[in-house]
C-alpha cells in the first residue's frame, strides 16, 4: 500500500470505534485524540500516532507537581473512523490553515467564555516561531502545544522514503470552550479541574499512600462530576441553580486546596465564571481572600429575629398495646440551670386500638409544623445556650379495679399495669383471644409481645432471679395481676369480693430527643425516639445515650424506685424531622407545598418577637394536687376537714370547664392539643397521689367574657363521683390574671359548693370563696388541700399590667394620674408594651396632642415615646416593620409634629448635663422613627391647613428642623468628655434619619445637612474616627445620594474628611491600621466615580503602603473580612497553619490597582506632592505587590490581577518619564539614574514574573491565567523596547553597520552591570518577543561595558550569578534546554563575525562558551531527568569544578552543602563528609583572617581557622557515621597538629587525643569488614560518550555479593545486558556492563607482614585504608620445589583513593605483576591462614560433618610433614644455622614475614586441635588424634617460639598452685586436649604451676591453660560444647593477668566451697612465661556471658569426675535445667555465636 506524507500534521477525533485486526493497526476508541502524518494515495487509509491519557505507572517516574505525560501508539487506521478537526500550520505561514488566528484589532474579550477567546496574534507569534528547524504546531483557534516536552517535527514536505516525524506532545489548550460555556461556565471548568486532577495529583496521592486525602478527592471529584450533568441537563429552578453554582465553586476550591493548588477565584454571582482583568479588583480581592483562608463562605451573621420552624412526622411507632394509645408531643427548652419551660402547645396523635393506619390517616394526622421558634429557643444566638428537645409522652387506657385492696405495705398500691409494673410471672389469661401484641403503625404486621427480633423480651425483667415460683397467683408485687380489657369473665380473687373493671387513662411511658444540632441543619434527619417507663424495682437496664436515654427524662418522668426500663407496650418511634427558617410559617407553608402541604400547626406558647397578628391564647397547666393524708379539704362555712378515706388516691383524675359569672358553662372554649376539637368539658388522665398530670391547655374566649369568667376544677379518685373543687377567675383587680403558678383552694364538693352563686336559701356558692391558699394559713390550720396551676397569657387584646391598662384608658382615668403613669412607663415589661404596640403609641400621641404647649407634658411624653421606641433596639422583638407600619397607616395626629420637634431641641440645647445626656443617648438611637413620625405629622398638617386655607408655614418649620441639625452639629463640635457617648451614638445613627427627611426637605437641603454634619465631626477622636469613617460608607449607600451630582460632591468633600486619617506616618498602630482599611472601604464605595480626586489619593495610598510594610508582619489565625463597612470588623478563624498577610496592605494594593486602571488615569502630574519622590515610592509599592509582599503569591487571581493592572500602571509612568525625567544629552547630569533603575526593576520582575509563563503550568492554572491577564509579557516587550531604546544615545553610521543598533549607550552605559542579570533570566524566556527584545537589551549592555572597558568579565560575572539563582527556583523550560538565546546573540553579533580578528567578537566567544558551558552543567544538575544516581552526582561534582574554578565561591559552598545533604539523606554518611571536605580546602588555618557569613549554609561571619574547624567537626560526624575510621583520623590528626603547634588550645588537643584514642580502641577491639569492590566496564554504543568502553571500580558494603551488587547495576540500566566476559566489540549496538570483583592489592612490604598475631580486622585495615590499587589472580603455580612457585596478578590503579563522593572511580592504570617464590609463600600462607579461620568459625556455629571434615583433612594436610601442599614446606625458603653452635643467621623482610605468617598459622592450628580435644563430634575428635602429634613435629619450631619451655629450675622455686593438688600425675588418665597441653608445654614431665595462674574474673572471660591443666573426660555425643564468649575486645594484647583474688566469683553457685578453682575455661587466651595473655583469640570466640561461665563450671565439675556410664553428664542435663539455659534453637551444636569473617 503507497503511502505519501501529508504537507502538514492533521490533528483528528476518532469519531468510531476502530477493532484491529493487523498487528500495525491501531485500535480507536470514540473521542481518541489523533495526529496525522501519512495516508494512501486513495486516501481511506491514514497513519499516525494516537494519544492516550498516561499510565499510573508513570507516576513512579514523573517528577512531583507535573502533569504525567501521554503515552503516544503510532499504527494505521480508516478514515472513515475519524473526522479531521484541523490542519497544524507553519507558524509565520499565512496560510488558510492559520487564517482563523485572530489579530490584536479584532480578539475576543479576554476574560470572555466564547468558545473562540483565543490567543491574540502578538501570542502566536512569540510561541509558534521555527526552532531549529522545527515548527511547533499550533491549533487556528490560538492554542498551542505545550512547549516543554519535547522538541516538534518539521511540517515541510517528506520523501515517502524518509524518517518520519517525532510523535507530537498533547496541545496546549487555552481556547477549549465548549458552547455550553457562555451560559454555563462550570461545565468547562470542573472539566478543566477533573483532567488536571487526574494527570497531575492522582498518582502522587496514591503513590505517596495518601489514602484519606485520596478518598476526599475522589468524593469531591463524584461531586463535581453530578454537578457538571446537572448544568448541562438544565432541570433544576434558578434558586437551586443559584445555589449549586455556590457548591460547585468552593467545591473547586476545595479541590484545588487539596490537591496543593493555587485558589483561582470564580464569582458564583457571575454564573460560576473566572474574573478576569477587566472585572471589580475589589470584588476578586474579597472573593479570594475569602477563598483562599476559609473553608467555606462566610455566612451572613443570623439576625436573631429571623424565625424556625420544625416539621414533625411520626413514621412508625412499634407498641405491643391491645388498646389504642395516644402520643402527646411538644418541645421544651432547658436552660443552663437546669430550668425547664414549655415552650410550644401540644400535639396529640391517636393510635388506634389494633389493625393499622393507613397512610390517609397518617398523612392527616401524622405530621405537625412546629412553629415561630426564635434563634435563642433552639440554642444559636451569640449567647444563646438552652436546650430544645422534642417530648413524646405515651397515654394508654388501663383497667381500674373497683374495690382493690390497699397493697400490705399500707400504702396505696401502684396499679400493676403492664405499663408501670413488671410483669406478673404468669401470662394474664386472654379470654377473647385478644393477646396483647406490639404493632408497628407504618407496616401493619402485629408481633407477639415477646418477639423482639426473636429473642426473649427483657428476659432479666421478667424472670424472678433467683426465687423459684411458689405459687401461680401472686405477682411479685403482691398485685393482683389484671385481665386484658375484653375478658368475659373477671379473675377470682383470693382476697375476697369479685371486682367490677373500668378503663381510665394513664400515662405509660415518655421518649426525649435533643433538637439543637437538628434544627441547625437544613437536611432532613431520621432519628429513633426510645420511650422509657418507671420501674418498680431495680433493673440491669443501661442508661446509655446509644440507646435513647437523656436525663431530661428524669425530671419529666416520676419513678418510685427512681430507676428506668424500655417500655414494652410502646416501645419505640420512628420520628423524621426537618427544620426551616422563615419570617411566617403561613408563608412557608405555602411556599413549601411538597412537604408541607394540609400540614396542621403547633404554635408556640408566647410571642417570639412583636406580634403581627391578633392573637388572644390562655394557657392553663394542670400540675399537681396537693392530696396527701395529712392535707385538709376546706369546706363552706365551716373549718376544713380530713380526706374521705374512700379516696384511695390511686385514680385521681381532674375535670374543668369555663364558667361565667353566673355558673353558666362556656361551650367549646377548651383545646387539649393545637390539633384536637374544642371541649366544653375536658377530663385529665389518672395519676396517683404526689404524681403530676404537667398538661397544658389553650382557652379561648370571647373578649366580653375574659373579665366576667372563671375556671372550675373537681378532682375525682376513679372509679368514684368528683370529691372536691376549685376554682380561678381569669380577670384580678382590673387587669388579668399574673402569670406563674397558682395554688388554688380544694373545697369539699358537697351542696354548697357544687354552685357558682348561692342557692335559694342564700347560703352556699364557691364564687364566694377564696380561691387561692394564703401562705400563712398552714400555720393555724394544718396543711391544706390545693391543686397546683400555671397560667400564662399570650394576647394582643389583654394586659396584665395596670401601668398599661392605665395608660390605655388615659381619659377616663385622673389627669392627675397621667404624668405618673408616663413615669412609670419605664417599668413596664416590654413584652407587655409590645404586644399592645399600636394601642400604646395612640395614648401617647394622644396625650401629646391634648397637653400641647405644656412643656413638662411634652417633655414626659416625647421620653415614654423614646422608651418604646427602643424596644426597636432590642434583638428579641423585630419591631421596626410595626413602628413603620404604625407611622404610615395607622398614625393620624398632624399636630404632634411642633410638640415633637420642641421636645428634641430642648434635649439638643443643654447635651452636657448628665440627665440630659442619658436622655439624649436614648433618643439618639429612635431619632430615625421619631422624624418619620414628624414628616407623617407634617404631611397631615399641610392638608388640614390646606383644607382651611393657611399656607406658607412650610418656611417656620424648614427652620425649625434645621435648628435641630445645627444643635446637633455644635454638640458634634464640643470636645466635652461626657458627650462622647452622645456624639458616637449620632454618628452611628445619622445616616439613617437622612432618607425620613425627604418629605420635609429637598435632596440639597439634606446633602447640605449631610456635609455639614461630616464637617462638624472634623475634630473627632479615637473610636469615633472609625464610625465617622464608616458613615461616609453609608452616605455613598444611600439611594438618596444616588444622583450625579449628589456622588460628585461626596466624592469632592471625601478627599477632605479622610485626608487627617491615613497616608504616610512613622506610628502605625491597630487603630491607624484600621482607619487605613475604613479608609479604603470609603474608596471601594466610590471607587467607580472618582475623577479629579485621584491624584490627591495616590500619596495617601502608597504612603500608608510603605508605612504598613515597613512594620514587622506576623502569621495570622484570624481573618478580617476586606473592605468592612462596619466596626467592629467581622473576622473568621483561619483553621490548620498561620498565614502571612496583612489586610489593610491587601486592600491598599486593591484600591491603587483600581485607581490607576480607572479610565480616568492617574493623573499623578496634578499630584501636589514632590513627582519624583511620588514615583519613586509608588515603583516601590508596586515592585513589593509581585514580589508577594502584599499577598501570598499562591492567591493567583488577584495575584495575576495585579499583574496585568501593574502593566498599564507602568505603560503610563513611562509616559511621565520620557515626558519629564529624560534630558537633553548635555544635561546628562540630570538623568535620574535611580527612579529609572527603579522603573526597569519594576518592569523586568514584571515580565519575568514565573506566574506569567503560561507554558510551564498546568492546564486549569493555564487558562486561568490566560483568562485574567491575556499576553502581559508582550506588552512587557514592547515597553522595554520604547523605553531602553529611549535613554540611549543615536549611534554613529560606523556603530550601525558593525552592530545594527539605531539606540545605544548613553544613559543606558548607567545598568551595566545591574540589570544584567534580570535581563539574561528574559533571555531565557519561552515567549519570544520577550526573549528577542531581552537579547537586543543584552547585546546593548555588551557593547557598552566594551566600549568603555574592553572587558566583559563583569558581564560574565552578572550573568553567571543570574543563571545560578534562576534555576534554584524556576522550571526548566524548552528554551533553556535548546539555550535559544545563545545562537540568537550570535546572529545579533553576525555582521562582527566577518570582520578578521575582531577582539570584541573573540571576547563574546569566550563569554558565550563559557555561559553555554555553565548552563549546560545547570540543566544537568536541575533537570529532573537523571539517567542514574551516578551521573546525577558526576554532575554536581563538574559543576562545582566550573565554579571553582570561575572563581564562584558562594555558590560552590551552596552546591558542596547540597551533594552533602543529598548525600546524607542516602545514608552514604562517608561521601557526606568527603564532600563538606571541598568546603573546608577552601579555607587555610588562619586565626587571623575574617571570612564573611553565608546565607545558605548558614554560616556566620568567623575567622578562617574557626569556619574550617566547623566544617571539620560535621565532616568527622559523618565518618564516624560511615565508619570510614581512616579518613575521620586523617581529620583528627590535622586539628591535632592546629591545636598543638598553632593555636595551642591544650583543652581541644586533649580532646581531639581521647577522640583518637577511641577510634584506635574501636579498631582494636571491632571486626570491620573490608567493603567489596567491583570492576564495571560500560561497553556499547547505547552509553553516552563519558561512559562508554570506560571501566571503573565500584565500592559496595562489607557484605554485598556480586549477585546484590549486578542487580542494583541493572536497575540503574534497565537497558543493560550483564556479563562477565568482556569480549564485546566496542561499536556494538545496545548497553552491556561487564562485572566482575576485585580485592584491595596487597602491599607484601607493609610492616604489618613483620609482626605475628596482629588481629586480622588489624591487618585488614591496615592494608585496605584509603585503597587505589586493585588486583585479581590471573595465573599461579604452586607445584613442585617452593623456590619455583611463582604466580601472576593484574593490578587496577584507580584515579582516586576510597572512599570517594561517587563511590566509584575510573581505572587509570593496568598492569601485571609477577610475585617471586617468596612473595607467592607469604600470600599462600596467609590465605590458607584466613581460609582455615573462616572454615573453624563456621564450624563453631553449625557443627555440621562436612565442615568438620573438611576442616579435620585441612588440619590433617597442613601438619602432615610429607604433605607437599602443607605451607609448612615454605619454612625451606627460609636459610637455617649450619650447625647447632651457630647463631640463627639474619632473615631479610620478606623472610622474617613467611616466618611470622608460619607461627600465625601454627597458633591457629593449635587453637582448632584444642577445640578438637573439647568437642564430642567423632570426626573431630578423630581427627585430633591422628593430627596432634604431626603437629608437634612439623610446627616444632613456631611452637617453640609462642611457647617456649621455662629452664626446671624456675619451676622448683615457684609454690605450687592448689589448682593442681586434684590433678593426677599418670599422663594415661589425661584427656586427648589435656594429653596435648602437657606434652606440648612440658616434654620432660614437670609441671609448670607458675603458668597456670588463674586469671582475675575482672578480664571478662577465663582461659584454658595450654600448659597442663586438669584431668579432663572428654564429652559424650550429645553436641553441646560449652564454651565461653567474651565480652567484644576486651583483653587487651597486653593486659596484665593478675592473681585470682576473687576465686569465689568464678565458682559454680552449685560447688561447695572448695579451693578447686577453675583455671582452664578459655581454650583460647594463652598464657605465656611473662603472664601476658595470647591475644590471638579470635573475635568471635569472644564476650561470653556470666551465665555460659557458671555453665562451664558446672560442666568442668562434672568432667572432672571418672566417668560412671554418663551418669556425669546426665546431672550436667539436670543442671542446665535447673539454670534455665537452653540452648540456641538456631545453632543446636554449640555456644560459637561470632560472625563469619569470610574472604
Partial sequence: MPWQPLPRIAFAVATYPFETKNENELPLEIGDDLYIIEETADGQWLRGYLLAPPSLLAGLTSVKGQPLEARVFSGIFPRTCVEIREVLGDGDDNSDNSSNYQGDDDAPHIGSDSGKSGVASSMRKSYLREIEGGHRPHRPNGAMLAGMITRVPGLRMREPGAPKPAAPVPMLRLGDETPTSTMEPLVDEIASCLREWHSTNFHELLLTRQYA?????????????LSRRQFLHNLLTTREYNTLREKTVWDLVRGNKLCGGEVIVRDPNERGRVLTGDDSVVEITKLQ???????????????????????????????????????????????????????????????????????????????????????????????????????????????????????????FGQPSTPFSAPFSKEKPPSSGGNKPSRRSLMWGTTRSAF??????????????????????????????????????????????????????????????????????????????????????????????????????????????????????????????????????????????????????????MGFSGAPTKPRSDIYVTLTEAL?????????????????????????????????????????????????????????????ERNEHWDQTLRLSLLPADVSMAHVVFTISDL???????????????????????????LYKLDEYTQSAQPAPTGRGGYLSLPWSARSDSSEVTGPLATLRIETYLCSTRFSQDRIILGLLKWKEGPRDEIPSLLKQLIFVPEIEVVKLLSDVLDALFGILVEYQGNDEYEDLVFTALVRVLGIVHDRRFNLGPLVDHYAESKFNYPFATPCLVRSFTRLLTKPTESETARKLRATLKVVRHILKFITHARGQQKVKEAGIGITGSTAGFTRHLQSIFKALDSMMRSTAPVLVGSQTLAVQHFHTWLPELTGLLTTEEILHIAIDFMDSCALVKGKLVLYKLVLIINYSKLDLFSGPEQRAALSANTVRWIAPHWGPTDDVTEQWKEQVRLCCSVLASQVDRLNSEIPDYIPKLVGSYLSIQATELKPKNRFSLLFPTTYPFPSKPILGEAVQFDEALIELSAILSALSNSPNGMQLELASDDLTNLLKNTLDVYMSILQGEAFPSTWLSVYIYHHKSTMRTLQYLASILLESFLPHPDEAEDFD??????????????????????????????????????DVREHGAELLRRTWEAIGWETSPDERTRYGLTKMGGYQVQYVPTLVGPIVELCLSVHEGLRRMAVEVLQTMIVSEWTLSEDLSVIQTEMIDCLDGFFKDKTMTESILQKLFINELFERFEPLSHIVNDPLYSALRSLIETIAEFLDLLVAVHSGDTTSEASHLINRLQLMEFLRDMQKEEIFVRYVHQLATLQYDARNHTEAGLALRLHAELYDWDPTKITPGLLDPDLPEQSQFERKERIYFDMIKHFEDGEAWSSALAAYKELQVQYENNIFDFSKLARTERAIATIYEKLAKGDKLVPKYFKVIYKGLGFPINLRDKSFVYEGSPTDRTSAFTDRMQEQYPAAQILTSSDVDSEVEGQYLVISSLTPHRDHNHPVFQRARVGQPIRDYLLSAHAQMFSVSSKRSTNGPVDTHYAEKTVYTTAEPFPTILRRSEIVDIHTERLSAKETALERIVRKTQEMTTVEKRLAEDDDEEIAQLMADAISISVNPASESSVASYRQLLPIPQSEDEEEPELDQQENAIKMALVDHAIMIKRCLTSFARSSNPILLKGYEDSYRNFLTTFAPEIAIFAPVRPSRETASTAPSPTWQRSSPVNENLSPEAKINASIANPNGVEEASAAQPISMKQRGTRLSFLGGKKKEPQQSNGETSSLKQSKGDSD??????????????????????????????????????????????????????????????????????????TGFNSVRKRLSMLKLGKKPSKPNGFFMGGLNEE
Avoid at 386 to 401: A, D, M, T
Avoid at 486 to 511: F, K
Avoid at 521 to 544: G, M, N
Fill in 213 to 225: 486525602k485520596l478518598d476526599k478527592v475522589s468524593q469531591l471529584i463524584q461531586t463535581l462530576d
Fill in 289 to 411: 481572600s475569602v477563598m483562599s483562608l476559609l473553608d467555606e463562605p462566610p455566612q451572613p451573621h443570623v439576625e436573631l429575629s429571623a424565625l424556625h420552624h420544625l416539621m414533625v412526622d411520626i413514621r412508625s411507632f412499634a407498641g405491643s398495646s391491645n388498646e389504642p394509645t395516644t402520643l402527646v408531643l411538644y418541645l421544651v427548652s432547658k436552660s443552663v440551670g437546669g430550668t425547664l419551660t414549655t415552650l410550644s402547645e401540644s400535639y396529640i396523635i391517636e393510635v388506634p386500638s389494633g389493625g393499622t393506619m393507613g397512610y390517609m390517616t397518617r398523612n392527616a394526622q401524622m405530621r405537625t409544623l412546629f412553629t415561630d421558634l426564635t434563634s435563642a429557643d433552639i440554642g444559636d444566638g451569640p449567647s444563646a445556650d438552652s436546650e430544645l428537645y422534642l417530648i413524646v409522652k405515651v397515654r394508654s387506657p388501663q383497667q381500674i379495679v373497683i374495690g382493690k385492696p390497699v397493697s400490705r405495705s399500707g400504702s
Fill in 451 to 604: 418477639s423482639r427480633g426473636g429473642t426473649k423480651l427483657d428476659a432479666l425483667s421478667e424472670q424472678p432471679e433467683d426465687r423459684p415460683r411458689t405459687d401461680n397467683i401472686e405477682s411479685r408485687d403482691g398485685a393482683i395481676p389484671p385481665s386484658t380489657a375484653g375478658s368475659r369473665a373477671p379473675r377470682p380473687s383470693i382476697d375476697g369480693p369479685q371486682q367490677t373493671q373500668m378503663l381510665a387513662e394513664r400515662m405509660v411511658g415518655m421518649g426525649v430527643l435533643s433538637l439543637n444540632s437538628i434544627m441547625k441543619q437544613d437536611e432532613e434527619t431520621e432519628h429513633v425516639v426510645t420511650v422509657w417507663s418507671p420501674s418498680a424495682r431495680f433493673t440491669a437496664e443501661k442508661y446509655d445515650t446509644t440507646e435513647g436515654w437523656d436525663g431530661l427524662v428524669r425530671d419529666l418522668l416520676e419513678s418510685k424506685s427512681g430507676h428506668y426500663e424500655k417500655s414494652r407496650r410502646a416501645e419505640r418511634l420512628q420520628i423524621h424531622l426537618k427544620s426551616f427558617n422563615s419570617p411566617d410559617a403561613d408563608g412557608l407553608i405555602k411556599a413549601t407545598p411538597t412537604l408541607l402541604s394540609g400540614i396542621s400547626k403547633t404554635n408556640k
Fill in 627 to 687: 392530696l396527701s393524708r395529712q392535707n385538709l379539704l376546706s369546706r363552706f362555712g365551716a373549718s376544713a376537714t380530713t380526706i374521705s378515706s374512700n379516696v384511695h388516691g390511686g385514680n385521681l383524675m381532674v375535670s374543668l370547664e369555663v364558667r361565667r359569672q353566673s355558673g353558666e358553662r362556656i361551650e367549646e372554649c377548651i383545646y387539649p392539643s393545637s390539633n384536637s376539637e374544642a371541649l366544653t368539658t375536658w377530663r385529665s388522665f389518672a395519676v
Fill in 719 to 745: 372509679p368514684g363521683t368528683p370529691f372536691a373543687i376549685a376554682y380561678m377567675p381569669l380577670w384580678d383587680q382590673q387587669a388579668f390574671l399574673g402569670d406563674g403558678l397558682h395554688s388554688l383552694l
Fill in 1233 to 1270: 539614574t535611580e527612579l529609572w533603575r527603579m522603573f526597569f526593576s519594576t518592569l523586568l520582575k514584571l515580565v519575568g514574573s514565573g506566574h506569567l509563563a503560561l507554558e510551564t503550568f498546568s492546564e486549569q492554572k493555564r487558562r486561568a491565567v490566560w483568562k485574567i491577564a491575556g
Fill in 1933 to 2006: 594484647s597486653n593486659s596484665q593477668v593478675s592473681k585470682g583474688k576473687d576465686n569465689s566469683n568464678r565458682r559454680s553457685i552449685f560447688r561447695t566451697q572448695s579451693n578447686d578453682t577453675n583455671n582452664s575455661a578459655n581454650p583460647y587466651a594463652q598464657p605465656f612465661p611473662n603472664g601476658i595473655v595470647d591475644s590471638t583469640t579470635p573475635d568471635w570466640a569472644l564476650d561470653r556471658p556470666r551465665k555460659s561461665r557458671e555453665v562451664v563450671d558446672v560442666l568442668e565439675r562434672d568432667f572432672d569426675r571418672p566417668n560412671d556410664g554418663g
